[in-house]
């Protein structure tokens, strides 16, 4: 881990105990079960990702995006989310698949953010992460999720907790149509 401090960082506590704080409530709130183990590494700046969690279950967080209350609320939601997706594989998914789990994760982080951190007893507006959710590299992804949920007529909320629960073999099935309206939206982008 060149660069880095991971398991004897000194934010590393506070971590924990802030993910600690949150699974509960994300367990709940998904209805399915947490596979993170309690560990957080803490990663330096130059790590690729704002957090990461491992097939093994452990999350890694970078230590600019602890420092940032913004950030490490939205991070630590979305690893959280990883720990309990049903799909979430713990080897080298195809990038698309990958694609498809990021994407879903992030609009489900939007979408429970205000009751996982009311729950845990964090307030913060929701209008302090527009931004970052506007920037979101994911956002082609959930672009052309949302318009096949809206094509199905679906609730939102259940949308994605039923790609969130279902297995890698039974999402890919759900996300046929959504792979179809992505290339839709890149052709028309071309245009």
């Given at each position: 881990?060149?660069?880095e401090?991971?398991?004897?960082?000194?934010?590393?506590?506070?971590?924990?105990?802030?993910?600690?704080?949150?699974?509960?409530?994300?367990?709940?709130?998904?209805?399915?079960?947490?596979?993170?183990?309690?560990?957080?590494?803490?990663?330096?700046?130059?790590?690729?990702?704002?957090?990461?969690?491992?097939?093994?279950?452990?999350?890694?967080?970078?230590?600019?995006v602890?420092?940032?209350?913004?950030?490490?609320?939205?991070?630590?939601?979305h690893?959280?989310?990883?720990?309990?997706?049903?799909?979430?594989?713990?080897?080298?998914?195809?990038?698309?698949?990958?694609?498809?789990?990021?994407?879903?994760?992030?609009?489900?982080?939007?979408?429970?953010?205000?009751?996982?951190?009311?729950?845990?007893?964090?307030?913060?507006?929701?209008?302090?992460?527009?931004?970052?959710?506007?920037?979101?590299?994911?956002?082609?992804?959930?672009?052309?999720?949302?318009?096949?949920?809206?094509?199905?007529?679906?609730?939102?909320?259940?949308?994605?907790?039923?790609?969130?629960?279902?297995?890698?073999?039974?999402?890919?099935?759900?996300?046929?149509?959504?792979?179809?309206?992505?290339?839709?939206?890149?052709?028309?982008?071309?245009?």
């Amino acid at each position: 881990m060149s660069g880095e401090r991971g398991l004897d960082h000194p934010l590393r506590p506070a971590a924990e105990a802030d993910l600690d704080r949150l699974i509960p409530h994300i367990e709940r709130l998904s209805g399915l079960w947490s596979h993170w183990r309690g560990v957080v590494l803490v990663r330096d700046v130059a790590y690729p990702f704002s957090g990461q969690k491992h097939g093994w279950c452990g999350i890694s967080l970078r230590e600019d995006v602890l420092l940032d209350a913004t950030l490490r609320w939205r991070t630590m939601i979305h690893e959280g989310l990883h720990s309990v997706s049903g799909a979430f594989s713990p080897g080298r998914p195809d990038p698309m698949s990958r694609r498809w789990e990021e994407a879903i994760v992030e609009q489900m982080q939007r979408l429970l953010r205000q009751r996982v951190l009311r729950a845990a007893g964090v307030e913060m507006d929701d209008e302090v992460f527009l931004s970052a959710d506007n920037e979101h590299g994911y956002n082609l992804f959930i672009r052309a999720l949302e318009a096949h949920r809206r094509r199905q007529g679906a609730e939102i909320e259940a949308f994605y907790l039923g790609l969130l629960r279902a297995d890698a073999a039974g999402r890919a099935g759900m996300l046929v149509a959504a792979t179809r309206a992505l290339r839709v939206q890149r052709w028309q982008e071309l245009l």
